[in-house]
Nanobody, 119 residues
Framework: QVRLVESGGGLVQAGGSLRLSCAAS????????IGWFRQAAGKERDLVAT????????YYLDSVKGRFTISRDNAKNTVDLQMNSLKPEDTAVYYC????????????WGQGTQVTVSS
């Protein structure tokens, strides 16, 4: 059974930093690719960043490139999202999700963690 638990959200001023962590448990095949998504109030959920078990398949949403960094520690089964130079438009609920290799189906989701950036 796959379980994803996010932590590290909170309130920060614009220009500040936060580090989100996703603790994953379950079969490696099901957590091969971990993605961070975000959903702002009244908006669709966007894929923010991804990382695979092998360190490849790294992706960043254009608006976070150069500010956010995804990192994966396979020994600890965690995937962190370091968020720097935060902007009010980064305010959202952030979710981690996982999918098996070769699948486009984000099958597993965490409960989400709120990130609020004040101006």
């Amino acid at each position: 059974q796959v379980r994803l638990v996010e932590s590290g959200g909170g309130l920060v001023q614009a220009g500040g930093s936060l580090r989100l962590s996703c603790a994953a448990s379950g079969p490696t095949s099901s957590t091969w690719v971990i993605g961070w998504f975000r959903q702002a109030a009244g908006k669709e959920r966007d894929l923010v960043a991804t990382a695979s078990w092998t360190g490849g398949l790294t992706y960043y949403l254009d608006s976070v490139k150069g500010r956010f960094t995804i990192s994966r520690d396979n020994a600890k089964n965690t995937v962190d999202l370091q968020m720097n130079s935060l902007k009010p438009e980064d305010t959202a609920v952030y979710y981690c999700s996982s999918r098996p290799p070769g699948s486009g189906d984000w099958a597993y989701w965490g409960q989400g963690t709120q990130v609020t950036v004040s101006s």
